[in-house]
């Protein structure tokens, strides 16, 4: 069975920082290039950033670019999200997701696996 299970959530102020994990169980985590979306009440879920599978390659997007850092260790089977510079707007639920194509993917609906969620909210 697998499972992705996301921790670190929680609430902080405008400029601060926040680390989320994501650890991976039932699947081999390094065959899939691992992605972390969000979901802002009332809007659509959005990407938000992607590691390759050997963690060569990153891609953001453009909201986040330059304060979030997305990283992976596969010997622990774990992806983070670095989140330094929170603002207002980046209060959402945060997903991770696992995808096991070869081109970094951006769309929800590319990624075969997702974990529960966990909640981000900065306050202003």
């Known amino acids: 069975q697998v499972e992705l299970v996301e921790s670190g959530g929680g609430l902080v102020q405008a400029g601060g920082s926040l680390r989320l994990s994501c650890a991976a169980s039932?699947?081999?985590?390094?065959?899939?290039?691992m992605a972390w979306f969000r979901q802002a009440l009332g809007k659509e879920r959005e990407f938000v950033a992607v590691?390759?599978?050997?963690?060569?390659?990153?891609f953001y997007a453009d909201s986040v670019k330059g304060r979030f850092t997305v990283s992976r260790d596969n010997t622990k089977a774990t992806v983070w999200l670095q989140m330094n510079g929170l603002k207002p707007e980046d209060t959402a639920v945060y997903y991770c997701?696992?995808?096991?194509?070869?081109?970094?993917?951006?769309?929800?609906?590319?990624?075969?696996?997702w974990g529960q969620g966990t909640q981000v909210t900065v306050s202003s």
């Open positions: 590691i390759k599978w050997s963690g060569s390659a990153t």
């Open positions: 997701a696992a995808d096991s194509a070869f081109v970094l993917n951006s769309r929800p609906r590319d990624y075969k696996y």
């Open positions: 039932g699947i081999t985590m390094s065959n899939y290039n």
